[in-house]
């Protein structure tokens, strides 16, 4: 079974900086895309950012120009730098990619666990 453990989540201040990590492990031939997605406390899950693999990322509207989402293809890794951050961005942050375990198998999506990001004074 494909497993995808995020990394990163802290405390941080407003203005602050940090990066996420999401490796994922297991049964993998082919990544097709990797995604970070958050829900604030109660609030609905929404997406963040999006690779697909030697794509042009993708980002919510909310994020664009202080996130930034990157993929180091040899460690199957996905990470997101978040910088000038806001209280706003407090939320779980979860992982998901659609991968595919072999040459004949078809893709399934996959989620993490999903790491805390708090932003505040």
């Known amino acids: 079974q494909v497993r995808l453990v995020e990394s990163g989540g802290a405390l941080v201040q407003p203005g602050g900086s940090l990066r996420l990590s999401c490796a994922a492990s297991?049964?993998?031939?082919?990544?097709?895309?990797m995604a970070w997605y958050r829900q604030p406390p109660g609030k609905e899950r929404e997406s963040v950012a999006s690779?697909?693999?030697?794509?042009?990322?993708n980002y919510a509207d909310s994020v664009k120009g202080r996130f930034a989402i990157s993929k180091d293809n040899a460690k199957n890794t996905v990470y997101l730098q978040m910088n000038s951050l806001k209280p706003d961005d407090t939320a779980v942050y979860y992982c998901?990619?659609?991968?595919?375990?072999?040459?004949?198998?078809?893709?399934?999506?996959?989620w993490g666990q999903g790491t805390q990001v708090t932003v505040s004074s």
């Open positions: 690779i697909v693999t030697d794509g042009i990322p």
């Open positions: 297991g049964s993998i031939h082919r990544i097709v895309t």
């Open positions: 998901w990619s659609l991968i595919s375990e072999s040459w004949t198998s078809g893709y399934k999506d996959y």
